[in-house]
């Protein structure tokens, strides 16, 4: 699905994300300092939806979750999975092609202590509601954390009462699809062990049955 909202790059609704980019290209010019859009096929059954860039892993890199330690435990398990395929020895997840997944964040952009404002997260669900919109009948939405989970939602027009987030919860949408929840995989949750490697790779074994079911 190509439109208005398919490519946010060039977005700049937000004054508090736009005014904090344009202090953070001051401070490293060597970054991207833009708005980050999804990578990945579009048609792909897998979408996987974070949070928001990282001051310096996606808001450098241009790519979501890659450049930090969330990115490094969802590409390992990404490859481990089947859903990721090594190309390159590059650091950071950036040498890796995406099989059948595509990675986006519910925020396009990084915000000040990695907090968007509810109505960030609202102005920028036209853009995740155009990325799930092209995906098909039967395909899997993986939410990292409680932001995604209810952008989701929103972005499909669903009611969040009785579908609360909660780690490896499962929840029926329309056209077949289904809304798979995990904790996000920050540096702070796999600090406090909330979320460890098996964990989520479990969440990721489910995935992979649902889809081949």
Known sequence: M?????????CRLCSRLVDYRNEQQTRYP???????PGYGAREARLLIV?????????????????GDSSGKLLFDTLRRSGFAQ???SRAGGQGLRL????ITNAVKCVPPQ??????EVNTCNRYLRAEIAAMPAGSILLALGGVAHRAILQALGERGAGREFRHAAEFA???GRRLVD?????RYNQNTGRLTAAMLARVFERIGSLLDG
């Open 99 to 102: 099989l059948d997944c595509r």
């Open 86 to 88: 090594q190309t390159s």
């Open 30 to 36: 060597a970054y991207h300092n833009l708005p980050v």
């Open 173 to 175: 949408l329309p056209e």
């Open 2 to 10: 190509n439109g208005p909202h398919s490519d946010p790059r060039g």
């Open 182 to 186: 995990s904790y996000h995989p920050s």
């Open 114 to 119: 990695n907090r968007p404002v509810a109505g």
């Open 50 to 66: 974070g949070l928001a860039p990282g001051l310096h892993g996606a808001n450098a890199t241009g790519k979501p979750f890659t």
